[in-house]
Every structure is written in structure tokens, then in C-alpha cells.
């Protein structure tokens, strides 16, 4: 996949004065318009906010090697499901900066980059993992549901090398029961960051699988609008 990809997205917009924004990443093979409706319903009613604007964007369609190389909403391709493998990092930089491109439109808006939060599903957390912690660490916060980095990840080697950096709070949540992205992966990702310096809070969901639950989604709210507090 080349850079400077197009990519789609559904907003909704601040009810009064915008003066913070949050993207929220759907995992593989969604869209933002299915998590954005995965997410009202669990909110009982459009999830929107006076002062945040809220951007999902869809990934491209591009080759998924875990899908036998067929055309998928995916932000990056891997070479499978785990945290075994090596990163595929050409992928994960060409859509890092597509994205890092709709971020910046909002700072061309005015709204700072300490006024910025990533957040996503499964692979939209990964996605998150990658700006948060690699492209803009001035960003405000990442929350992640379901979601891990690889062991040998691109994300703790740039840490390492900004280390004392100040860097984006982290609420990261996992299902115990995920057979999908096993929780120990999520714990061993949250671990890692948390040597490397970052401060962040693992959540263990009792009875979840890999999925959102309405638990996450209020947990998510509180710790959304304790970081990106109105101005």
C-alpha cells in the first residue's frame, strides 16, 4: 500500500464549541460507520459530546494475509495473528502518516495536539498504539479495547530511544475470555509500556470476548473527559 492513501471517515461534530477531538479506530474488516454504530447502541443513544468532535475513520481496502490475501478493511497488513511475528513496518508507516495527515488537519483547525485523543477496537487499537507512541507522543491520551503490540514492536524501540519523553496516557482494556488476541498478549503489551515509562491502566473485563461491552464504553467517557477536560 502506498502513502497518502484516502481514507473515509464519519464525524460527529461537537454540539457546542470544538475544542477537543477524538478518533476512534474500528478493528479489521469494519468500518467507522459499523463501529460507530456498534458503539451507540451500547451508549443507548448517539455518543457525542458538547466540545469533542469525534472522527472514525475507515481503513482502506487493501491484501490481508490472515484472510488468505483477500481485499479487507485493514489499517496495516501482518503476517498473522500474534505477537510472534515481526512487524510488517512499511505497512504500519504508510497508514501511520495517512492518519497522522487527518490529525493534523484538526491542529489546522486549533485544536493542539494535547487536545487529541486515539482510540480503538482490536487493530484500531494497534493503530493507536503507533501514534500515540511512536508518531505524536504530545497527544493526550490512547485507549485501546482488545488490542496488543507485537513483542519486538516498533513502539518500545522508539520509547527506548525518547526515553524520560513525556508521553500520552494510556486506559487499555481486555476481555478475559477473548479467544481472538488472548489477554496475556494485551497484559505483556500494557507491562512493556509501563516499564518504558508510560502511565497506564490495564482493565481486565470478567466474561468478555473479543468485543466492546457497555461497561467499556462508560469507563471509556469518565476517563475521556478527565483527560480532555472543557477548556
Not at 481514507?7 to 477537543?20: G, L, R
Not at 486515539?118 to 488490542?147: E, N
Request: glycine share 6%.
Amino acid at each position: 500500500m502506498r502513502g497518502n492513501v484516502k481514507i473515509t471517515v464519519n464525524i460527529v461534530n461537537a454540539t457546542k464549541a470544538h475544542t477537543a477531538s477524538l478518533f476512534f479506530f474500528h478493528g479489521s474488516g469494519s468500518t467507522g460507520r459499523n463501529v460507530k454504530e456498534w458503539i451507540d447502541t451500547l451508549n443507548r443513544e448517539e455518543l457525542k459530546f458538547p466540545y469533542i468532535k469525534i472522527i472514525y475513520p475507515t481503513a482502506p481496502a487493501q491484501p490481508y494475509t490472515p484472510a488468505n490475501g483477500l481485499l479487507s478493511n485493514v489499517w496495516f497488513d501482518r503476517k498473522s495473528i500474534s505477537n510472534e511475528v515481526s512487524e510488517q513496518v512499511e505497512s504500519i508507516n504508510s497508514i501511520c502518516q495517512s492518519v497522522m495527515e487527518l490529525i493534523d488537519k484538526e491542529v489546522a483547525l486549533g485544536i493542539p495536539y494535547n487536545r487529541i485523543i486515539v482510540a480503538g477496537f482490536s487493530m484500531g487499537g494497534a493503530l493507536s498504539f503507533h501514534l500515540a507512541y511512536r508518531y505524536k507522543l504530545s497527544l493526550a491520551g490512547c485507549c485501546t479495547m482488545s488490542s496488543f503490540l507485537n513483542k519486538n514492536s516498533l513502539v518500545y524501540q522508539h520509547l527506548k530511544e525518547n526515553s524520560g519523553a513525556s508521553t500520552p496516557s494510556l486506559l487499555q482494556f481486555h476481555g478475559i475470555t477473548d479467544g481472538l488476541v488472548p489477554i496475556q498478549w494485551g497484559r505483556e503489551t500494557y507491562n512493556n509500556l509501563k516499564e518504558l515509562g508510560v502511565n497506564a491502566e490495564f482493565v481486565t473485563l470478567n466474561n468478555v470476548a473479543h468485543e466492546i461491552t457497555r461497561n467499556e464504553i462508560d469507563s471509556f467517557k469518565k476517563w475521556l473527559l478527565n483527560i480532555l477536560p472543557e477548556n
